[in-house]
T-cell receptor, first 113, second 113 residues
């Protein structure tokens, strides 16, 4: 069965430090991959997506992600974290049939001033 | 502005009562979804609809029902058969197809007293 894992439940970084959030998926075919961000008590907002082509994709708010087929990974990165980046981050995979999106359990990010 | 509106934002219900959560979108999207979010579990798909008058069960459909009589509306009823209904409920829509990302509402928090 298709699944998405995010190994880190919670990460704390200092403001200005770099960030990498991990995401691994299990899926036989070419995946369609997404990263979403959620502020407390709010809905989710799309940060970036990968469908094909260049394996390094740029998103909003200075985020980027790299697709590595050999590792079944789609890790999210940011060179310098801002306090406003504190939120919950979800990796997601879209099935190629039935239009379903499967979400990982999320990684909660805290930022120390 | 185009978007997804969920109501009510907060809802309290007594055990044994049915409750309906509203979801309206003016994005002209074909596909709509309902997710349930519990702490530490990410988002789990309840129901989704790819077209008017058609919908499919997701991974945790038991105790829930939906309808899709209009393209812009996808209400979710939490029935008394749902054993643990206290949760944060998120509605989303997409243009459909493989590349359409999800657009989310701000969520409805249901508490069973």
């Amino acid at each position: 069965a298709q699944s998405v894992t995010q190994p880190d439940i919670h990460i704390t970084v200092s403001e200005g430090a770099s960030l990498e959030l991990r995401c691994n998926y299990s899926y036989g075919a070419t995946p369609y991959l997404f990263w979403y961000v959620q502020s407390p008590g709010q809905g989710l907002q799309l940060l970036l997506k990968y469908f094909s082509g260049d394996t390094l994709v740029q998103g909003i708010k200075g985020f980027e992600a790299e697709f590595k087929r050999s590792q079944s990974s789609f890790n999210l990165r940011k060179p310098s974290v801002h306090w406003s980046d504190a939120a919950e981050y979800f990796c997601a995979v879209k099935q190629t049939s039935y239009d379903k999106v499967i979400f990982g359990p999320g990684t909660s990010l805290s930022v120390i001033p | 502005d185009g978007g997804i509106t969920q109501s009510p934002k907060y809802l309290f219900r007594k055990e044994g009562q049915n409750v309906t959560l509203s979801c309206e979108q003016n994005l002209n999207h074909d596909a709509m979804y309902w997710y349930r979010q519990d702490p530490g579990q990410g988002l789990r798909l309840i129901y989704y609809s790819q077209i008017v008058n058609d919908f499919q069960k997701g991974d945790i459909a038991e105790g829930y029902s939906v309808s899709r009589e209009k393209k812009e509306s996808f209400p979710l009823t939490v029935t008394s058969a749902q054993k643990n209904p206290t949760a944060f409920y998120l509605c989303a829509s997409s243009i459909g197809g493989l590349t359409g990302e999800l657009f989310f509402g701000e969520g409805s928090r249901l508490t069973v007293l």
